[in-house]
């Protein structure tokens, strides 16, 4: 075990843990933000998407040890009241059926239009394709992202 | 209307007298679950009006959805019929998801796309019955006639004066007022919410990452536990060493539990009773322990390998004696005098439901009580069996639904239930059961592997004289016997063969329809090749034949909405119209009550087949929420597409050889298609929409891909099976 320091959410955060730790196990299981989601483990599916410094990261292959003190940003902290531009389109295009990607499909897209903030469909289908989502709602993902790529 | 079960006058008055002897139950309405009007006040009192309504003295009111959400949105549209006839402003609606109670609520389950099927009356009936009462305590104090007392939008309007109240002005007395026997319904036309586009009730707690799912569950003292289970179907437990994984941090114990059942119901569907267990503190060291157990386990039964699964079924349909299903007319003789035959073959493999959220359930068993919360798709159904295996009565096993990330069938099996909930009264403490995805992919419970083999007669019109079809399936047929072209045809013949199996198997999303749609829509498609016409028009033959002068008496679907679907989806796509570099294909099922045809448009692109639009009309009867609707519909249509390309679960020696999503393929983002939904406006009452769509989707895929390439697609997952004749004969 060991003492971290972390940056989470704007705020300072201490956890005692073992240093191989996931972010996403650090952030579930000790910080009690469980919005961050397990899909996979082998950062396969994209569930547990956070940022790391404004980067899209995959928490559950990312121990903590190499978080040392980079912002991260969970789905709990990306804006104060679900009004971040992504956020307001997932809404507007009623976007989850199940809801358990979402967390993950939108901070990949948050980070994603942060970098490129005006991309083409074609950029847009390859940057989401590492989210899965089993419910098979993309198609409302893609127009969502349009959506709040006019309005940032 | 009569009351029905749920709605009952015993239950009515058990809430009504309680109500009216002052039970009011607190509630923080802003952990509620809707984006409800935030500029409200906070209620101070509520009532409640029947099992589903209760209303706040300001005006406020929850709606319970009683059924499981797994994201059919079920949460939105079932107290939105019951707001309807409430006639109750949509914002002022908080909803919550019920629990388990078999009292209150008829067939808590989300299944076979029939929560709103058969839920339709019965909601209906909540909110009319709820009105009607909320009149009558206006009428009492305004001294006027029922018939006076109007509503809308949670007001009650007195037609002689104008005067208006709340509804919460007079939920008290409309609570202990006798209930109606028979309240008058709505007319369609007078609808004001249902058909309309409404969003998702948890979608603002989804988009922020809101605690909602089984996972997201924790309780103070709980331990985490996680499971081994045999490597292989056909393998039990031969010995295990947990030392080392006993002395890491964290670690409680490590033991085996044994869950199997005595007489087992459906749902109690499992292949690995006997479990290790790793109960510690925080999930990382559980799994990590997990990994340091060392297990033994020896082979009882055969050990199975897909390409044996493969030589079974091709056995099945050439060489076993099948179970004729259905019989009309005579079909050896009509094949023989045909002009043409066209005779073609079909597989498909098992299939893992992998739901998002893997399998997990929290249990706290002590003597006298057992508590689940989770996801769970059949929450009655596993409270059987929990009162079962601990010895307890129905009130002392209760379970909270949680939202379901995901469902596809896989949750209506509460193994995992089981399992929490023996483990849990083993160590004696609150337990949360997590299942990695490994475990979750390779526990079974699988869409079955299938195969069908289709022979078609044409005269030398060009009319289908004759149609047979055997099918089997490990374990069962996928054949509907009195489906579609059954009805259609003087000569036909189903059979189905079963094989036996050591893999266990479930329902997945549109069971046996996930396969034979594809099936007999490509078929279909290459006998209307063979008869020159249209594929479109083909079909609308058999039809018109279905409806003038239908064959036998069992058809089990209406040809006219068939057709209708048919005609709608020729008329949206512009079909016949030459449109360069596009290939089309077409499709009609019937499945859950609902029509469905699609017409699917693939271009190449670098000298690959790209999907690049689904065409889809719907008939569902009445469209309870369209925006939840559309989304169902494409949900199914990219889930039908992407397993019949994609995915596949494959067995070495009793072993699945995918565990995780790098190597089980899903479709990605980038695979998925435009898509686009129409709706046949009628006024019949509505039926299943969580499955429909996916099925057919698969046969007008297949169609497009062959005028794509001209490469016919009999073998599932398109992108990985040999489509060659000869592995199909031999
Ligand atoms: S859980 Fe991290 S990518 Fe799947
Ligand atoms: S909404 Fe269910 S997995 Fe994406």
């Known amino acids: 075990m060991a003492v971290f320091n972390l940056n989470v959410n704007g705020k300072k955060r201490k956890v005692d843990v073992d240093p191989d730790t996931p972010m996403l196990w650090v952030l579930r299981d000790h910080l009690n933000l469980v919005g961050t989601k397990f899909g996979c483990g082998i950062a396969q599916c994209g569930a547990c998407t956070i940022h790391a410094d404004g980067n899209a990261i995959r928490s559950c292959s990312t121990p903590i040890s190499a978080v040392g003190d980079m912002e991260i940003v969970t789905i709990e902290g990306l804006s104060p009241n679900g009004n971040h531009p992504v956020q307001e389109a997932w809404i507007e295009h009623d976007v989850p059926q199940c809801g358990y990607c979402q967390a993950g499909q939108i901070m990949n897209a948050a980070a994603f239009l942060k970098k490129n903030p005006n991309p083409s469909k074609e950029e847009i289908t390859s940057a989401m394709s590492g989210n899965i989502c089993r419910c098979g709602t993309y198609t409302r993902i893609n127009a969502a992202i349009q959506t709040a790529s006019k309005k940032s | ?730």
């Open chain 2, 1 to 730: 209307m009569k009351l029905n079960k749920g709605m009952n006058r015993r239950n009515f008055l058990k809430v009504s007298a309680a109500s009216g002897t002052g039970l009011v139950i607190g509630f923080n309405w802003l952990a509620g679950c809707t984006p409800t009007n935030p500029e409200m006040s906070v209620p101070k009192s509520w009532t409640d009006i029947n099992a589903y309504i209760k209303v706040a003295d300001n005006g406020l009111v929850t709606i319970f959805s009683p059924n499981p959400e797994i994201g059919q949105n079920i949460k939105t549209a079932m107290p939105l019929i019951v707001a309807e006839e409430l006639d109750v402003d949509w914002k002022k609606v908080i909803v919550e998801q019920a629990d388990l109670n078999t009292i209150k609520y008829n067939r808590q389950v989300a299944g076979g796309s029939q929560s709103i099927r058969a839920s339709w009356d019965g909601l209906r009936q909540a909110g009319a019955t709820a009105k009607h009462m909320l009149r009558q305590a206006a009428a009492n104090q305004w001294k006027i006639d029922i018939s006076e007392v109007n509503t809308e939008g949670g007001e009650l309007i007195n037609a002689k004066t104008g005067d208006k109240l709340d509804y919460g002005d007079v939920a008290v007395a409309a609570a202990s007022l006798p209930i109606p026997e028979d309240v008058k319904l709505k007319d369609v036309k007078d609808f004001k919410l249902i058909g309309t586009h409404v969003k998702n009730v948890d979608g603002e707690k989804i988009i922020t990452g809101q605690p909602l799912f089984g996972i997201d569950y924790n309780r103070e003292g709980q331990v985490i536990a996680m499971l081994i289970h045999a490597p292989a179907f056909g393998m039990k437990l031969k010995s295990y060493d947990a030392e080392a994984a006993k002395a890491m941090p964290g670690v409680d114990d490590v033991f085996v539990v044994d869950t199997s059942l005595e007489e087992p119901q459906w749902s109690d569907v499992n292949a690995f009773n006997e479990l290790i267990v790793i109960t510690g503190q925080t999930t990382w060291q559980v799994m990590k322990a997990k990994k340091a157990v060392n297990a033994e386990w020896e082979a009882v039964t055969p050990l199975e390998n897909s390409d044996e699964h493969f030589a079974k079924l091709l056995d099945g349909v050439e060489r076993q004696k099948g179970r004729v299903l259905r019989e009309d007319g005579n079909i050896d003789a009509a094949l023989q005098g045909a002009a043409k035959v066209v005779e073609k073959t079909y597989t498909a493999p098992f299939l893992a439901h992998n739901t998002m959220e893997p399998m997990n359930f929290f249990a706290h068993v002590t003597p006298d009580k057992a508590e689940l919360v989770g996801p769970i798709q059949t929450p009655e159904s596993l409270r059987g069996t929990i009162m079962k295996v601990l010895g307890m009565n129905e009130d002392q096993v209760t379970i909270a639904m949680t939202r379901m990330g995901g469902g596809f069938g896989r949750r209506l099996y509460g193994n995992f239930g089981l399992e929490a909930t023996l483990i849990s009264k083993k160590v004696g403490k609150p337990v949360k059961l997590i299942y990695t995805r490994e475990d979750d992919m390779t526990q079974g419970t699988y869409r079955p592997a299938y195969r069908v083999k289709y022979t078609a007669g044409l005269d030398e019109n060009n009319n289908l004289v004759a149609f047979k079809a055997k099918a089997a399936g490990i374990p069962g047929s996928p054949l509907f016997p009195d489906r579609f072209p059954a009805g259609t045809v003087d000569n036909y013949k189903g059979e189905g063969v079963n094989i036996d199996t050591n893999i266990s198997t479930g329902a997945w999303r549109a069971p046996r329809s996930n396969f034979i749609a594809g099936a007999e829509q490509s078929f279909i498609d290459e006998v209307a090749e063979a008869s020159g016409k249209d594929p479109i028009d083909f079909r609308l033959e058999l039809f018109d034949r279905a409806i003038n002068n239908p064959v036998g008496e069992n058809n089990d679907y209406d040809a006219a909405r068939y057709a209708g679907v048919l005609k709608l989806v020729k008329e949206k796509a512009n079909w016949g119209q030459d449109m360069p570099g596009v290939s089309r294909g077409v499709a009609a099922y019937y499945c859950h009550n609902s029509y469905v045809a699609q017409v699917v448009d693939v271009v190449m692109k670098n000298n690959e087949p790209v999907v690049q639009k689904v065409w889809c009309a719907v008939d569902c009867g009445i469209v309870v929420n369209k925006e939840g609707a559309i989304n169902q519909i494409e949900g199914g249509i990219i889930d039908g597409i992407g397993h019949a390309m994609y995915s596949q679960l494959t067995f070495k020696d009793g072993k699945p050889e995918q565990e995780n999503f790098h190597q089980y393929d899903l479709i990605r983002n980038v695979q998925t298609p435009e898509i686009e939904a129409f709706f046949v406006e009628n006024d019949i009452h509505p039926t299943g929409l969580g499955e429909p769509s996916l099925p057919p989707v698969i046969g007008a895929l297949a169609n497009a891909l062959y005028k794509a390439t001209g490469t016919r697609f009999y073998n599932q997952p398109f992108t990985k099976a040999k489509q060659a004749d000869e592995i199909l004969v031999g």
